[in-house]
T-cell receptor, first 114, second 112 residues
Framework: DVKVTQSSRYLVKRTGEKVFLECVQD?????MFWYRQDPGLGLRLIYF???????EKGDIPEGYSVSREKKERFSLILESASTNQTSMYLC?????????????FGEGSWLTVV | GQQLNQSPQSMFIQEGEDVSMNCTSS?????WLWYKQDPGEGPVLLIA?????ELTSNGRLTAQFGITRKDSFLNISASIPSDVGIYFC????????????FGTGTRLQVFP
């Protein structure tokens, strides 16, 4: 089975803190994703990575950055957390097919910024 | 950015009823995926559609790839309490990409 593991299920951070959300996948997938989920807005793509050190902005990249130094690991970074970044963050991965392949999600990380 | 609109936004139904939901886009999609998210979990794939007009079933679930390629439908027959969750449609926003965008979701509640 594909396993996507997010390092923290629940985090509480203060405004202005730097926050790291880590994600690891064990299926040698080329693609990795970070989404944010908010009620009524569905899942919105923050960043997409199609290879090591390669990244592409999603629909809402502002206030976020990412790092992919190894194929299996994709990190989401909030340089200076703000209260409007309180949300559920979902990491996912997929094989490369260039036609919108099935993606596999982690369990999610609930971030609260106070 | 591009968005997929799902309707209805939420549904409250009795166990045993059938459910229909849909997903629409302003542009053409070449792949439609339907996911379900159980409370507190990440979404899991239910059905994948790759061809206009395609009708695919997975147990009590049936999904269709709309002929216009701008919409897709998901039906659940004889709902049961474990069908509770949020259902999302998804697809690649352009050619030659694995990037996926998701819909706004349909929240389903099933009462015994």
């Amino acid at each position: 089975d594909v396993k996507v593991t997010q390092s923290s299920r629940y985090l509480v951070k203060r405004t202005g803190e730097k926050v790291f959300l880590e994600c690891v996948q064990d299926m040698d997938h080329e693609n990795m994703f970070w989404y944010r989920q908010d009620p009524g807005l569905g899942l919105r793509l923050i960043y997409f990575s199609y290879d090591v050190k390669m990244k592409e902005k999603g629909d809402i990249p502002e206030g976020y950055s990412v790092s992919r130094e190894k194929k299996e690991r994709f990190s989401l970074i909030l340089e200076s957390a703000s209260t409007n970044q309180t949300s559920m963050y979902l990491c996912a991965s997929s094989l490369s097919t260039l036609r919108g392949n099935t993606i596999y999600f982690g369990e999610g990380s609930w971030l609260t910024v106070v | 950015g591009q968005q997929l609109n799902q309707s209805p936004q939420s549904m409250f139904i009795q166990e045993g009823e059938d459910v229909s939901m849909n997903c629409t886009s302003s542009s053409i999609f070449n792949t439609w995926l339907w996911y379900k998210q159980d409370p507190g979990e990440g979404p899991v794939l239910l059905i994948a559609l790759y061809k206009a007009g395609e009708l695919t079933s997975n147990g009590r679930l049936t999904a269709q790839f709309g002929i216009t390629r701008k919409d897709s439908f998901l039906n659940i027959s004889a709902s049961i309490p474990s069908d509770v969750g949020i259902y999302f449609c998804a697809g690649p926003p352009s050619y030659n990409t694995d990037k996926l965008i998701f819909g706004t979701g349909t929240r389903l509640q099933v009462f015994p």
